[in-house]
């Protein structure tokens, strides 16, 4: 055995040896050096360029953009706003300001020129033209009052038809099917009572802005107005008290004031 391990020691001592040794780990290292100098450059490994703030920019534009670091723009999604311009972007991801490989694929937001089509919500169970306006309201139409017709059969704002660009539309119209673009505003023509009494509105539960509305509609006041120590936004807040109080049939002379108690969030007991 020792002479074998002599043998060996000789051997890895050798000058032969120690030349291809060297040699050799020579070779490895320029390969890896060559490897490591190429993924380098085609990678662009540890180089990261600021993503580019595109929102509120036209499409055009933040193309132009964009080619400075070959960033790729993908539309995602387009959306309709009343008054806006198309083609213009909205929001962007990754995020402006962020730090992304040369090449990277940016997802925008943009304007579009023409309204989604949506159609009316039915005036089944809607009749009552506040119930009827929130519907409108979710569904991203406008909606206001275009006239109110004298009516002794029908509750107080009750929808007798609504308009759109100036054409009638009937409950069996809408109940067909009637589109109108997103964002447009809806008219609503009600009945009104010519009489000096009108129904007393339960304003329970509702936001003030909501209740005001109503009493506005049912030629009432707005008495003295309560908030109570939540309130920081009376716009916002919520009815949990009206003096008189509600109750079916009951009528109140027109003019007359009713009082509103104010709370911010809505009241446990409300739906």
């Not at 993924?39 to 036209?58: A, C, L, P, Q, R």
């Not at 009600?190 to 129904?199: E, I, L, N």
Request: one cysteine or more.
């Amino acid at each position: 055995m020792k002479k074998i391990g002599r043998e060996i020691w000789l051997f890895l001592s050798s000058k032969v040896f120690l030349k291809n040794f060297v040699l050799i780990m020579g070779l490895i290292g320029i390969c890896l050096f060559i490897c490591f100098s190429w993924m380098k450059v085609y990678t662009k490994h540890g180089k990261s360029y600021e993503v580019n703030n595109f929102i509120g920019k036209d499409l055009e534009q933040a193309k132009n953009e964009a080619k400075e670091h070959n960033f790729n723009l993908v539309l995602l999604d387009s959306t309709y706003i009343p008054g806006r311009k198309p083609n213009v972007v909205l929001e962007q991801n990754p995020l402006p300001g962020s730090m992304v490989k040369e090449n990277r694929t940016i997802y925008l937001s943009i304007t579009k020129m023409i309204a989604d089509e949506i159609e009316l919500p039915d005036l089944v169970g809607n009749y009552d033209a506040n119930n009827y306006q929130r519907k409108l309201q979710r569904k991203g139409f406008q909606a206001s009052i275009a006239k109110e017709v004298f009516d002794e059969m029908l509750a107080p704002n009750t929808i007798l038809y609504v308009q759109y660009n100036g054409k009638q539309y009937t409950d069996d119209d809408i109940r067909k099917g009637v589109k109108v673009p997103k964002g447009e505003n809806v008219e609503l023509v009600v009945s009104k009572r010519s009489s000096v009494m009108v129904d007393m509105p339960d304003l329970m539960c509702m936001k003030y802005s909501e209740a005001k509305f109503l009493l506005q509609t049912y030629d009432l006041n707005i008495g003295n107005i309560v908030p109570d120590a939540t309130v920081q936004n009376e716009k916002q807040a919520f009815i949990w008290k009206q003096n008189p109080g509600y109750s079916s049939g009951k009528m109140l002379r027109k003019g007359e004031a009713v009082n509103l108690y104010l709370t911010q969030y809505k009241p446990s007991n409300c739906n």
